[in-house]
């Protein structure tokens, strides 16, 4: 089964306005991490935004919030107030500590086009 | 946060060559890096992991022979893409482990390498 799923080949957005995009995760590890990473197309991986299994609350990082759903098995991205440069792939990416949390399953990608 | 560089940050060679692929963590330690591949449109491929002073881990499917991992010091990993073919052309992404004091290790990753095999 795949660990990240990303259904959501790719998605268009006005300016300025917010978008979520989608992940979904399995496992059966009580205890792992769920990141975002911004891939633009120069090819670098950029950090957006972490959530821990234990963590209460929503983490959020400026403009990016994670939409946690433990039950759903859900961490969808909220980017809110949309900016051209947020034009880019997006990767959803899971670490669990059965594999001392070295390990990342990576999503198939979203790619995301934000119109002027 | 701690930067990863990779050399050369894109290389084409002629079908049958061997290429060398650094990837260095510049201001930190890294006990641990990691090698992904990622083909045009597609997500990122684990290929190996490489932990300084031992032999490197492939994933399932990854030729150990194709692909030399070599992790002899803990600021730099190297990936030999040995005898390329043009199937081999992909971009290769290297990233290094810090094992901070929160809750997770943070994985920081290099600009990546784009091979092209004529």
């Known amino acids: 089964a795949q660990k990240i799923t990303q259904t959501q080949p790719g998605m268009f957005v006005q300016e300025k306005e917010a978008v979520t995009l989608d992940c979904t995760y399995d496992?059966?590890?009580?205890?792992?991490?769920l990141f975002w990473y911004k891939q633009p197309s120069s090819g670098e991986m950029i950090f957006l935004i972490y959530?821990?299994?234990?963590?209460?609350q929503n983490a959020t990082e400026g403009r990016y919030s994670l939409n946690f759903q433990k039950a759903r098995k859900s961490a969808n991205l909220v980017i809110s107030a949309s900016q051209l440069g947020d034009s880019a792939m997006y990767f959803c990416a899971m670490r669990e500590r059965a594999r001392n949390f070295n390990k990342f399953y990576f999503g198939s990608g979203t790619k995301l086009n934000v119109k002027p | 946060g701690a930067v990863v560089s990779q050399h050369p940050s894109w290389v084409i060679c002629k079908s049958g060559t061997s290429v060398k692929i650094e990837c260095r963590s510049l201001d930190f330690q890294a006990t641990t890096m990691f090698w992904y591949r990622q083909f045009p449109k597609q997500s990122l491929m684990l290929m190996a992991t490489s932990n300084e002073g031992s032999k490197a881990t492939y994933e399932q499917g990854v030729e150990k022979d194709k692909f030399l991992i070599n992790h002899a010091s803990l600021t730099l990993s190297t990936l030999t893409v040995t005898s390329a073919h043009p199937e081999d052309s992909s971009f290769y992404i290297c990233?290094?482990?810090?094992?901070?004091?929160?809750?997770?290790?943070?994985?920081?990753f290099g600009p990546g390498t784009r091979l092209t095999v004529l």
């Open positions: 990233s290094a482990l810090i094992r901070t004091s929160g809750s997770y290790n943070e994985q920081f």
């Open positions: 959530q821990g299994s234990y963590d209460q």
């Open positions: 496992t059966s590890d009580p205890s792992y991490g």
